[in-house]
């Protein structure tokens, strides 16, 4: 039997929309995974606010939770005039949240598994400071690189480490999610080709299986916290970013 832990993540093409030049456009599995969280998200969140009745039930509990953990934690990061990014930031966190717990259902795909899913949101968030920013503040925003205080000699050397930190935000913000998402489905699929392996071999494979079971079991609740950690990394980390595209000075 042949261990293949990468397989899980390999694309796979439904419908060729567009051959232009030797490039293929097709609705392959990921885009069908994301548009079904996207459709999850959008039915749960109409079902659970249709009543808005004044003594909340299970579904408006949870939407309405869902709301005020967002919105605090915008408030915290950006302060009030940083809540125009509300939905953005709300929107982000659902869709990582509810894409990393699917794809520990077996037999689904974890679209946060891919670099190229995980860098288009890190994109689009640092596209949002920086098209807001200059939009709000014009060339003001540039003083985001020019900490105050700094002496004049020190300063290009200075403005030069701010720009290559912002320069990075993306990097981290869309590696961060990625790597620990493939890192994690990777060890589960390990371990479950052993408990599979050794259970093929009779009773005393069974008996050898025990200790790689539970390290799945164990490994299934760490990866269920890590996909509920990396969505509120991902919110809490554009919240503070977005920060610098309402209040751009040092």
């Known amino acids: 039997m042949t261990i293949d832990p990468i397989h899980q ?17 097709s609705f392959t599995n990921s885009a069908a995974f994301m548009v079904g969280i996207v459709a999850v998200i959008f039915f749960f969140l109409t079902y659970a606010t249709r009543g808005r009745t004044l003594v909340p039930g299970r579904m408006q509990s949870v939407a309405e939770m869902s709301y005020e953990f967002i919105a605090k934690m915008v408030r915290d990061s950006a302060g009030t005039e940083g809540m125009v990014f509300f939905p953005l930031v709300f929107s982000l966190f659902l869709f990582v949240f509810v894409a990393n717990v699917v794809g520990l259902v077996p037999y689904t795909f974890t679209i946060t598994a891919h670099i190229v899913v995980t860098a288009a949101l890190a994109l689009l968030v640092i596209g949002t400071v920086i098209v807001y920013g200059f939009y709000k503040h014009g060339t003001h925003f540039l003083h985001l ?6 002496p004049a000699f020190l300063l290009p050397f200075v403005v030069l480490i701010e720009v290559v930190s912002f320069l990075s935000r993306p990097i981290s913000l869309s590696l961060r999610l990625f790597a620990n998402m493939l890192a994690g489905h990777i060890a589960l699929k390990v371990f479950a080709f052993f408990v599979v392996g050794l259970g093929s071999v009779g009773a005393l494979g069974w008996l050898g299986a025990t200790l790689p079971f539970f390290m799945i079991v164990a490994l299934t609740a760490l990866e269920l916290l890590v996909a509920v950690l990396q969505a509120y990394v991902f919110a809490v980390l554009t919240s503070i970013y977005l920060n610098d595209a309402v209040h751009p000075g040092h």
């Open 9 to 25: 993540f390999e694309i796979q093409r439904y419908v060729e929309l567009l051959k232009l030049s030797g490039v293929s456009v």
């Open 145 to 150: 690189f020019v900490p105050s205080g700094v």
